[in-house]
């Protein structure tokens, strides 16, 4: 059960807070107000709502019961109260038309006197006070499967480059062997450009088919199949490599990964998907689907221009999701004339989450060993910046400053100890 509270802030997610998307459940909602109609109504947009039936009326308690006298109730209701009828009561009336295994949310209004204990006693599995927003709705829908009952649900990083040859799978494969190893947790890559894909060589791993035997295997994958599947690369991190070879060729339709996706995730914490820079049905799912998506781009025109466009398809897709982040890879090679990162960030009114100097010794010494940049160098400034991705990107904290400056203790004495307050965390029972 899970209670839910106001933040202030401006992003509607922390960074540290994962919301899982649902299963096939069918959900209805009873609004008294048309702020909750319009926020209930777009949740059922919402990638995490995407295989949920979601269906919302207006007329609160009264329409609800009315209604489940003569049907049969589905997996969540969602109830919004107006604080003008007394909820207990209400809710005892509910529960006689309610089926049992019927999930319920409370959309709850602040002139509710109903103590909390009594609305859990009555059955409630979730109250949100109103007015709602779209990604309360979302989040409070999404608990009800995810923290109750103690599946793993990996969360999914997807890194594409905004063209090709960027060094978007040299990100991703650093950054996910970085958050295996230094934040211990158990991470899978994926490497979806199956014709091409380099992270079997990046991650010296002999050749095995893994993503090519999963996507176009006749059954469900599940999870057997793709421990099978899976080359063990370090003692937290795994591959599903691609077969690279031409043999074939890999047309797929949009939904051709989910099962795999649904599968690995009720097991691995975190997953890193190496997407090939190409713009298909099946490469943008990947992408909006996300928990995060890294962008990686070179600081030129072409770049410029991807980048932009890319960002805002997605952040329009993804409407209650943190925006797409981006990286700037191979910064500062010699002789070229390249945009500046300033004038880059201001096009795409964000931060880069990191900026990767060209160094051609060190990134081919890596590749052509099969080692990842923090084993060829293990106090170099860029193992440093992939470790901040790393914490970023699976949800530890800020991205902090790569080097610190000899001032950096004087000035934190005079200013104090800065830092975000840390997530409130939210509570399963
Ligand atoms: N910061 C860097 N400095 C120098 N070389 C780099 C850097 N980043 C990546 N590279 C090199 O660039 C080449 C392309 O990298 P990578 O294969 O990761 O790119 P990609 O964007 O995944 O390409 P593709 O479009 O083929 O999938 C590799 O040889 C890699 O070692
Ligand atoms: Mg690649």
Known sequence: ??????EDSDDPLHPEEHIAPVPRISVQAFCETEQTLAAVTAAGQD????????????????????????????????????????????LDDLAGVCDPGTRVVVIGNPNDTAPYRELVRRGVNDYVVGPVETLDVVRSICSLFSASEAIITGRV??????????????????????????????SVVIDLDLAFGTAGLDYNQDPVQGIANAVLSQDRPDTALMERLLAKCTERLSLLASPASLDRVYDFGAEAFDAVFDTLRMTTPCIVLDVPHQWSGWTR?????ADDIVIVAEPDLANLRNTKNMLSVLKAARPNDRPPLYCLNQVGMHK??????????????????????????????????????????????????FQNMANRLAGRGEVKKPKRSLLEPLLKKLKGRSGR??????KAS
């Not at 059960?1 to 106001?6: A, E, G, Q, S, Y």
């Not at 003569?70 to 919004?80: D, G, Q, Y």
């Not at 594409?160 to 158990?186: E, F």
């Not at 070229?336 to 010794?361: C, G, L, W």
């Open 1 to 6: 059960m899970t209670r839910l509270h106001d």
């Open 47 to 90: 990638r995490r709502l995407a295989k949920a039936h979601l269906t919302a009326k207006d007329g609160g308690l009264a329409a609800a019961i009315e209604v489940y006298e003569s049907m049969p109730t589905p997996n969540v209701i969602v109830i919004e109260s107006d604080g003008t009828r007394d909820i207990l009561e209400g």
């Open 157 to 186: 990083i997807a890194v594409v480059g905004a063209k090709g040859g960027v060094g978007a799978s040299t990100v991703a494969h650093n950054v996910a062997w970085t958050i295996a190893r230094d934040l211990s947790l158990d």
């Open 285 to 289: 799912r990947a992408l909006v689907n």
């Open 336 to 385: 070229r004339a390249e945009i500046d990162v300033k004038a880059f960030a201001k096009t795409m009114e964000s931060q880069p989450i990191a900026v990767i100097p060209f160094d051609s010794k060190l990134f081919s010494t890596a590749a052509n060993n099969g080692q990842m940049i923090a084993e060829v160098a293990k106090n170099h400034r860029t193992t440093a910046l």
């Open 421 to 426: 307050p840390s997530a409130p965390h939210r």
